[in-house]
């Protein structure tokens, strides 16, 4: 197993949804530390890495990923010890039912739970259309307060419980690719660039809550105040038809996001990440998508920020299991680093425009 593909491994098994992202902010830290100049939090947990430029009045640069992945948090224990819980983040209920779960109490134990489904033999072959407001975690108590003396309560967070596994030499299958993929590259972009001078500044971020409408992303760009920034997310592959026209390809390259409900990718942007991509010989496909990614907020603050999404799709994300091809992933970090290599003074002036 390469380098790439055992971070993915360490930081998809980790456990951390929107506003409990303590555990992916902690291993980033230990990783950044190594290649940064200075490591930074905002004051809802954003982790933030900076390799300063040594040119004087140096542009900044930041590439923007988030931590979060979906899961519930507990909000009651009922008298027979199982827990109801509330989203954070978008799940379809259909992929709930009968699943395994990692309760994360606050001083960080960890409890196996299943989310109860009830049996063909009492639904009289009635289909079930169980709501997420009707499910509830069974983690084997008898009651609730066998529960609290477990050390579980109400605020405990809830995230997909599974395996993670290299199907083939090119695809692998996780959990919460959306979007540990960005907290791979940015550690790699950082370290591919620790020993060499930058004629910019260079911020590596990991937000917050993204998951449950953005809301990290704004502190960054407020907090940094970038002059270009790429976002590095994860969206949904939607190539199960085998269709050669398939909106998000597995194995079709990088990912350049041309319109969602949260930005639309300005032409100047565009046309730089195509010529770029081309030049290089770096697999690329566009993407649009009905969800939104933290670049929604990042261009929009400050007088407006240039904002591109460098993303890769995974299928069936936001459920246990995602399957991606490590090729998106090479060609999205092939791509990051050539835009490093060459953003200047004019290449912000041009996106500007």
Request: hydrophobic share 40%; net charge negative.
């Amino acid at each position: 197993m390469n380098k790439s593909i055992e971070r993915f491994k360490e930081l998809t098994m980790l456990d951390g949804t929107s506003g409990f992202e303590r555990e992916v902010s902690n291993y980033l830290e230990k990783k950044l530390s190594k290649y940064a100049d200075e490591i930074r939090f905002d004051n809802l947990g954003g982790i933030y890495a900076i390799k300063k430029s040594k040119k004087e009045n140096a542009k900044t640069v930041m590439i923007a990923a988030h931590m979060d992945e979906v899961g519930f948090v507990v909000t009651k224990i009922l008298p027979n010890g199982f827990l109801k819980f509330e989203t954070l983040g978008g799940f379809r209920e259909d992929v709930l039912l009968a699943q395994t779960y990692t309760v994360t109490s606050y001083d960080g134990k960890k409890f196996t739970g299943v989310i109860g489904s009830i049996p063909k033999h009492f639904t009289a072959g009635v289909a079930q259309n169980v709501k997420i407001s009707d499910m509830t975690i069974d983690v084997g108590a008898e009651n609730r307060e066998e529960v609290l003396k477990m050390g579980i309560h109400e605020g405990a967070f809830v995230t997909p419980k599974t395996t993670f596994e290299q199907l083939t030499e090119n695809r692998i299958m996780s959990k919460a690719v959306d979007n540990r993929y960005g907290c791979v590259i940015i550690t790699e972009i950082l370290e591919q660039f620790a020993d060499k001078e930058l004629d910019i500044n260079l911020v590596v971020c990991a937000t917050v809550q993204e998951e449950v409408g953005l809301r990290g992303a704004k502190i960054a760009a407020n907090m940094i105040k970038p002059d270009v920034c790429f976002v590095v997310d994860c969206s949904p592959a939607n190539d199960m038809d085998g269709s050669a026209t398939s909106n998000g390809r597995l194995g079709g390259g990088f990912l350049i996001r041309l319109v969602d409900r949260t930005m639309v990718l300005r032409p100047n942007m565009r046309e730089k990440l195509i010529r770029l991509a081309e030049e290089n010989e770096i697999k690329y496909q566009y993407f649009t998508s009905p969800g939104g990614t933290d670049a929604g907020e990042i261009h929009q603050a400050l007088n407006g920020v240039p904002t591109a999404v460098i993303g890769i799709c995974a299928r069936y994300i936001h459920t246990h299991n995602a399957v991606f091809d490590i090729r998106d992933y090479y060609a999205a970090k092939a791509i990051l680093g050539k835009l490093i290599e060459t953003i200047d003074d004019k290449f912000i002036e041009d996106v500007r425009k």
